[in-house]
């Protein structure tokens, strides 16, 4: 009986110890099992990346005057099936001459996923940025950047890094707090090759929203800080 009790103490030990590990590994932002993560860049030089996640949305056209009021380069890392909702903004945002990264087709958790919906997911959202005529390089953020195995692994295989962020504000309507503390928030935490990640698509107060994006920008400046698009951010590095 003990030698029962001994082994299923064992078992529960084990199961314990391999849960935790995972879901240190899945949050992980500094660490993943293959391949390149950054989450910032190491230089001396006043410049920032500032990406937005998710969309585009309805939000995109609002950003993008805000970012064009200031002259800011931006990421909008976007996902497959609301570009598919919404092309046209999409469009814009080629026009614009922004970066552009995938998110995923779906924003599910890219975790205990086959290789073959990994690789679904990443290239369906590829060939729909394409399809909108933007030729720059794309960069890969996973949603909710939840990685394990299976991804950090494809994206090594292509040659593309896991980017994810250094610095991110949650901006959500249900949280109470004023844009003046976040931009604050930002603008303590940030460093020369910060990367922010701004989730702002989905804000049901829009002006909210705008009035944080447009907040942080002129702090920084006021900072001395530039902003440029993560692929170009990535050559500043030492």
């Known amino acids: 009986m003990q030698k029962l009790i001994n082994s299923l103490l064992m078992t529960f030990i084990g199961v314990f110890l391999l849960v935790f590990s995972l879901y240190h590994l899945m949050n992980a932002q500094t660490f993943q099992v293959a391949g390149k993560l950054v989450t910032d860049v190491d230089t001396d030089e006043k410049v920032v990346a500032l990406t937005f996640d998710g969309g585009p949305t309805e939000m995109t056209e609002d950003i993008l005057k805000s970012l064009e009021k200031y002259d800011v380069q931006a990421t909008f890392f976007l996902n497959g099936s609301t570009i598919m909702k919404h092309p046209e903004q999409l469009k814009k945002i080629v026009q614009t001459n922004h970066q552009i990264g995938n998110q995923s087709y779906s924003y599910e958790k890219m975790i205990f996923k086959s290789p073959s919906w990994i690789r679904q997911e990443i290239e369906t959202t590829d060939q729909l940025i394409r399809d909108a005529g933007y030729q720059g390089t794309i960069p890969?953020?996973?949603?909710?950047?939840?990685?394990?195995?299976?991804?950090?692994?494809?994206?090594?295989?292509?040659?593309?890094?896991?980017?994810?962020?250094?610095?991110?504000?949650?901006?959500?309507?249900?949280?109470d707090s004023e844009p003046e503390s976040i931009i604050q928030d930002v603008s303590d935490s940030v460093e020369p090759g910060s990367i922010i990640s701004l989730e702002v698509m989905y804000e049901s107060n829009e002006q909210?929203?705008?009035?944080?994006?447009?907040?942080?920008?002129?702090?920084?400046?006021?900072?001395?800080?530039?902003?440029?698009?993560v692929s170009e951010l990535m050559t500043y590095q030492k």
Do not use: C, N
């Open 208 to 229: 909210y929203a705008i009035e944080t994006i447009e907040g942080i920008i002129e702090k920084l400046s006021a900072k001395g800080y530039t902003f440029t698009s």
């Open 140 to 175: 890969f953020r996973p949603p909710y950047g939840k990685k394990l195995f299976v991804l950090p692994f494809y994206l090594q295989q292509h040659e593309r890094d896991t980017v994810m962020w250094s610095i991110e504000p949650k901006i959500y309507a249900d949280i």
